[in-house]
């Protein structure tokens, strides 16, 4: 598995959604100053909601740029054991562990990226491969650690 190929994979990902959220927030905003110029205080209810509507899209935009963050920090050094930028693969699937940035596909394989908060991570972290963890009441057994 090439390590660095996912992490440029990941960052693209969070790049695109970063631009995304960015657009989305010009957008808005232009349509807010639309509102304020052209109907008046009887239409402050709207304004309002266009309001929160930006914040809770800086917000998102705010999670993408420190997942971001984290991606930049992250290796693509092998490693022995679960832990961040680790990539393992259980008896059950396919593991990054790196921001939670959803499915990914290299090849053939899916690959499921995943943050270290996660429950799954917690329940796996610092185990090597050929150790086992429970998680919802469900065995899983490491098979290799890259």
Same mark, same amino acid.
Do not use: P
């Given at each position: 598995m090439d390590k660095q190929e996912l992490l440029n994979i990941i &960052? %693209? &990902?969070?790049?695109?959604?970063?631009q995304a959220f960015e657009t989305l927030i010009a957008e808005t905003r232009a349509s807010n100053n639309d509102t304020k110029s052209s109907m008046?205080?009887?239409y402050e209810t709207?304004?309002? @909601? !266009? +309001? +929160?509507?930006?914040?809770? !899209?800086q917000r998102q935009l705010n999670e993408s740029l420190n997942q971001l963050s984290v991606?930049?920090?992250?290796?693509a050094e092998p490693s022995d054991k679960v832990q961040t930028g680790a !990539? *393992?693969? %259980?008896d059950k699937g396919l593991f990054y562990v790196t921001v939670s940035a959803g499915e990914i596909i290299s090849g053939s +394989? =899916?690959? @499921?990226? *995943?943050s270290v908060e996660s429950p799954l991570v917690k329940a796996m !972290?610092? &185990? =090597?491969?050929?150790e086992e963890f429970l998680i919802n009441n469900i065995h899983q057994k490491i098979t290799d650690i890259w």
């Open positions: &960052k %693209t &990902k969070i790049t695109d959604k970063i008046g205080d009887k709207g304004r309002e @909601m !266009l +309001q +929160q509507e930006i914040n809770n !899209l991606i930049r920090k992250i290796s !990539l *393992v693969k %259980t +394989q =899916k690959i @499921m990226t *995943v !972290l610092g &185990k =090597k491969s050929g």
